[in-house]
């Protein structure tokens, strides 16, 4: 039998399956495993099934070893994985695409309505027990029907959003790497634009695109000043696609109208300019956070696992 590693709590359902098969050494613990305790624990492995909280990278490749055949991320995004490191040693590196989209569309959507809404707002004062009273002019937000959404990074993710947004009653456009599929774009009326544009013409920008060196922070003052000062930035991709620091700035001085933030720039510490701002609303990554979902995704990083072990290609390999 070969030896699992598994870098934090998953679905027993995903731990059943691999044990079936193989040698499992899963961390239950309630906190993220050391780095200490996880370079330890991954030495002689053959399998290490990750989640995005753990760096691996060359140290932990190493100290695995050369029979180390897979890292299998319990996520759709995969910065915390060295690639190229896990290429040069023969390693096959899978996620998780596909099986989150709904979800993390669903949270998307719902970070434009808290954000466009001020629900946020509302909650908050309800909570804090403050007096206060219905008026014409209490807590004014704006209407999404006839606005337009940008969506950069138009994958499945983006696609899904836009399906809510056109429900919604939005125009969409977005900007991308590739022009999508003519007749996806037929059925949301979408067209691709340049950056540039998407940032001018949208009432509600939203970030799905993946994260890297091309992106990193691909919102920075410069965009955000490029930005209509009514509308809204969403982001449920990656934090550091956005620069946080330069997003404060641009919501205390009502440069831009609010924002919706599920991810961020040095997770899980939140920048502490946008702690206090009423015209944002922070949510501690959720994107992928319903029970199903977190089910399929343990199960697809294990069915990754599985493959790999038995000598056939993973259903969802990176490299």
């Known amino acids: 039998m070969s030896k699992v590693v598994v870098t934090g709590r998953v679905p027993e359902a995903a731990l059943e399956k691999l044990r079936a098969e193989h040698d499992v050494d899963a961390w239950t613990g309630s906190e993220s495993i050391s780095r200490e305790e996880l370079l330890a624990r991954v030495a002689g492995a053959d399998a290490v099934v990750s989640l995005l909280t753990e760096r691996i990278d060359a140290e932990l490749l190493d100290a695995a070893g050369p029979q180390l055949k ?7 995004g995969y910065d915390n994985i060295d ?4 290429t040069q040693r023969g390693i096959i590196a899978a ?9 993390t569309a669903d949270i998307a959507f719902g970070l434009i309505l808290m954000a466009t809404r001020r629900l946020g707002e509302g909650e908050r004062l309800i909570r804090s027990g403050q007096a206060w009273k219905w008026g014409m002019f209490f807590l004014l ?3 999404l029907q006839g606005k337009t959404l ?3 990074g138009m994958g499945g993710i983006g696609q899904a959003t836009a399906r809510r947004a056109k429900a919604f009653g939005m125009e969409i456009v977005y900007q991308s790497r590739s022009e999508i599929d003519p007749g996806i774009a037929a059925e949301l009326g979408t067209r691709r634009v340049e950056l540039d544009e998407l940032l001018a013409v949208s009432d509600v920008v939203s970030l799905h695109c993946p994260y890297g060196p091309a992106t990193h922070h691909l919102i920075g003052a410069e965009q955000l000043a490029a930005m209509k000062d009514t509308a809204y930035l969403v982001n449920t991709a990656r934090g550091p696609i956005i620069d946080e620091a330069a ?3 641009a919501l205390r001085e009502n440069q831009i109208a609010g924002a919706g933030l599920d991810v961020f720039e040095k ?4 920048h502490p300019g946008l702690i206090d701002l009423e015209n944002v609303t922070l949510v501690p990554h959720l994107g992928s956070a319903t029970i199903e979902t977190r089910t399929a995704m343990a199960m697809l990083a294990a069915d990754n696992t599985l493959a790999v ?3 056939n290609r993973p259903p969802t390999p990176i490299n």
């Open 141 to 143: 937000g704006s209407s």
């Open 70 to 76: 897979v890292v299998a991320n319990v996520a759709v």
């Open 267 to 270: 997770e899980p510490t939140v």
């Open 83 to 86: 690639v190229p490191a896990c």
């Open 150 to 152: 940008g969506i950069v």
């Open 247 to 249: 997003l404060a700035t």
């Open 309 to 311: 072990l038995n000598g």
């Open 95 to 103: 996620n998780t695409p596909g099986v989150l989209t709904e979800a």
